[in-house]
Each structure stands twice: as C-alpha cells, then as structure tokens.
C-alpha cells in the first residue's frame, strides 16, 4: 500500500526567507507526486504534480519540486516566501497505473509566514 | 476552469439524522472522490467512483453510502450521523486514465450534535 509522510506538522519561516517543505513516500513503483496548498477555509489547490521525465518540476506562485527516487523523496522549495504563502500544504502519492488516481495523502504541514 | 461544487459549506445536524452531501462536476470527468479531512490526520479516503453507478469503498467507508446515478454528480450519504462524523468533507473529481489531475471542491463542514 502506498503512504506518505510530511514530518513536519508546523513551519515558520520569516517573508523572504526560502522555504523546504519536506515528503517522503512508500509505493512499490513508480508513482504519480503531487503538492496541494489549502488557504484557510477552502478547498484544495494543486501546486505541481510529477509524472515522469524531468525530476525538477515547476509548479504556481513560484514553488518547485524534485523528485528523488533514490530517498523516496519529493520536497517542495520556493527561494523567497511572500505572506500570502501561509497555507496547509499536502503531499499526495497516486498509483503509476492509474488506479482511479486515487490520492493518498501526508498529514499536511502548517505553514506560518512571520512579517 | 474545472469547477467541483458542493452544495453546502456548513451544515449543522443531529445524532441519528440521514445525511445528504451533494458534489457536481462541469467537466465531465470519469471519476469522482470523497475525502474527509480532520486535524493531524490529513486527508483520508471514503469513497470513489469511476463511473455512472459504480463505485469502490476507498480506507474508510465505515457508516457511509454513496451514489452516483447522474456523471456530473456525486452524492455522499451518512446513513445514521454520528457525532464521530463531524470533520470536513471534500469532494474531488478527474479524468479517467493515468496522467491525470484531481480538482477538489471548496468543502463541507459538518457538525453532528
């Protein structure tokens, strides 16, 4: 069964300073990434998603993300976080083979941006 | 844009009740999710369909029911609502096949009293 983890439940980073939000992933092969952001009250936002090809994916509002499979990894950077970047961020893993796209989820991480 | 709707944002109901959340799709996409969403738990699977009238029990369908007799639309059922049922619910939807992105809905808040 695939799962993912999000270590860190709460972040706080300064405006302007850079930002690395951290997942890791358990699936048999290769699988589908992807980052969602939830601005309070709302529904989910997709950031980027990775599929194949380029581990390096760019995704909105200036965030990136690199896959490594060798660490089951697949973090999200942005250089320079605004405040408006305060947000729930999830990671989601869903099967190669389609699956229905089902997405498994991380616990999220809470992201506080300090003016 | 793809718009997932669902038709409440908060919705206020009683232990033992029979609970309707109701999500429609515009983009004609194959398949459709339910998600619960509670604090420190992340996002959690109940139910999804793939198509008209089918459907699989995703991690947790326990004390839910859905039904899918129209493509655009997706209804979640709680048949007895229980005050373990209060917590978020979304909805989310995408195309059939690999490649594929899920859009969600702006959720429901339920609370069982």
Known sequence: AQSVTQPDIHITVSEGASLELRCNYSYGATPYLFWYVQSPGQGLQLLLKYFSGDTLVQGIKGFEAEFKRSQSSFNLRKPSVHWSDAAEYFCAVAPFTGGGNKLTFGTGTQLKVEL | ?113
């Not at chain 2, 009740?17 to 699977?45: A, I, S, T």
Request: some cysteine; overall charge neutral.
């Open chain 2, 1 to 113: 844009d793809v718009k997932v709707t669902q038709s409440s944002r908060y919705l206020v109901k009683r232990t033992g009740e029979k609970v309707f959340l109701e999500c429609v799709q515009d983009m004609d996409h194959e398949n459709m999710f339910w998600y619960r969403q509670d604090p420190g738990l992340g996002l959690r699977l109940i139910y999804f369909s793939y198509d008209v009238k089918m459907k699989e029990k995703g991690d947790i369908p326990e004390g839910y029911s859905v039904s899918r007799e129209k493509k655009e639309r997706f209804s979640l059922i709680l048949e007895s609502a229980s005050t373990n049922q209060t917590s978020m619910y979304l909805c989310a939807s995408s195309h059939g096949g690999a490649n594929t992105e899920a859009f969600f809905g702006q959720g429901t808040r339920l609370t069982v009293v």
